[in-house]
């Protein structure tokens, strides 16, 4: 029989950690501590103190310091939003996302609950063409042609084969030296202003269709919005937005009644069709005048089920699942940014990906250009801005509600009092680190596979009481 030290040989690295943790004193405490994190993949470790001080007698109310800790350290969530990067903290960013974003449909978290009865959209604008692209159709070829039509490239101009969804070559242009590639990286800096720019203009053609001043409209309503931006297949972004009407006050007034639905959504169509956006000019390029696509969805929201338009909960929960996509899920580049121009070269991207990155970089590199930073952005393909944004009277804050739950796992764990107004905390922290050792990666996905594991159970088990209870 082999002996321990022999049979300690014959396990792997992973299986020589995780021995190694268990033997530890304090590995009820670490389990303890990655369990808090929900099996987080990347936690971050910090080490440090706090300590709540009575603000009239400075009295010490509580104090906790990480001397005692496992590894005198403290572990935390990553809150990494990718579920290609972390799926427990995704999971946990997703539901904040559908709060925030119902609670501006249909009221909670701040928000009145009258705001369900005001006009509310949900709109898609798209990018425009930057060249012909292989398209996924029902049947029929792609991009059919009479006449064997070639490009100056000596290319075909059209498609005959029939592609579905999953066929690799949709989206990826059907000649790339036809397609506008620094067009298309330019398009993605300027997304936020082309927004601004509708959001502005949509107050004039309100203004125009209800016989007002800009002005005068001002003063009367406000418009709120949260919006995410989504990659298509041909890798360019479009945005929906969720679009509510308020009264100049906030959500707490409401619009007045000679605004209604049907006029805010004819003046989205004309106001997004009226943008025309010059960038830089640039001795390289010339200059580029931007504006939306012409393929524009608007739809009115429902708070239940009804005939006609969305419901509330369906748009917010599709908004809570898109932000939680990586770059694996989506034509948008990578999940990290590049380094140098090697990394275009070994990044596991489809040639089309690869030439948007690559545009990125060499456009970064123009001085007139310099500003819009897109070699730091190269790995989103030019886009530079969050993939969740909200106006600020939209609804609550993800901070709001991050705290909001910290507080409640205060309130259910007994513990120790929360800052008051009678108290002052002093915190002095510092990172020390971040991921997992080989065994405590394997212990984490054990732990959070069974976390989601209960959650499916519970879920199942409260569908089953529904029913029963709507067979009683």
Known sequence: MLDRAARLRHLSGAERDIIRLASDPLFPRWLEQITATGGCTHPVHLAGSTTTYDALTGEVLHHYDTTNE??????????????????????????????????????GKNVPDDVRDRP????????????????????????????????????????????????????????????????????????????KAFTDNLYNHLAARTGRTRTGLRRAVRLSYAKVAEYQKRAA????????????????????AWLDADT???????????????????????????????????????????????????????VAKYVT?????????????????????????????RTLMATCWRLGGLPELEPLRLRAWAHTLGYRGHILTKS????????????????????????????????????????????????????AAGIAEDLARNREIARAELAAGDLDGGAG
């Open 70 to 107: 496992p590894g005198e350290r403290l572990s935390v969530r990553c809150r990494n939003r990718r579920s290609t990067v972390c799926a427990p903290c995704s999971r946990l960013h997703a539901g904040d996302t559908f709060h925030l974003v119902r609670a501006g449909l249909v009221g």
């Open 264 to 318: 805010l959504t004819r003046a989205v169509h004309t106001a997004a069709a009226a943008i025309r956006l010059p960038t830089v000019h640039s001795a390289a390029l010339g200059e580029y005048v931007l504006r939306w696509g012409t393929q524009l969805d608007v739809r009115p929201l429902r708070a239940f089920d009804g005939p006609e338009g969305l419901t509330d909960d369906a748009v917010a929960a599709y």
């Open 237 to 256: 972004v479009h945005v929906h937005a969720v679009l509510r009407l308020d009264g100049a006050g906030g959500p707490a007034i409401a619009p007045p």
């Open 325 to 353: 996509k990586g770059a694996a899920d989506t034509a948008a580049g990578l999940d990290h940014r590049l380094t140098g121009p090697d990394d275009l070269h070994t990044a596991p991207v489809s040639a089309h990906i």
């Open 392 to 443: 600020r009277a939209y609804s609550t804050t993800y901070a709001a509600l991050r705290a909001e739950r910290a507080e409640y796992e205060r309130t259910a764990q007994g513990s120790e009092l929360s800052p008051g107004p009678d108290t002052v905390t002093d915190a002095h922290w510092c990172y020390v680190g971040s991921g997992h050792s080989p065994g405590a990666a394997l212990i």
């Open 120 to 195: 509310r959209l949900f709109l898609t604008l798209t990018a425009p063409g930057f060249g012909p692209v292989h398209r996924a159709t029902d049947g029929s070829p792609c991009r059919p042609r009479r006449a064997a039509d070639e490009c100056e490239h000596g290319r075909p101009a059209g498609c005959p084969a029939v592609h579905d969804a999953s066929d690799p070559l949709v989206g990826q242009p059907i000649c790339p030296g036809c397609y506008d590639y620094c067009g298309h990286v330019l398009w993605h800096a300027y997304t936020g202003r082309l927004w």
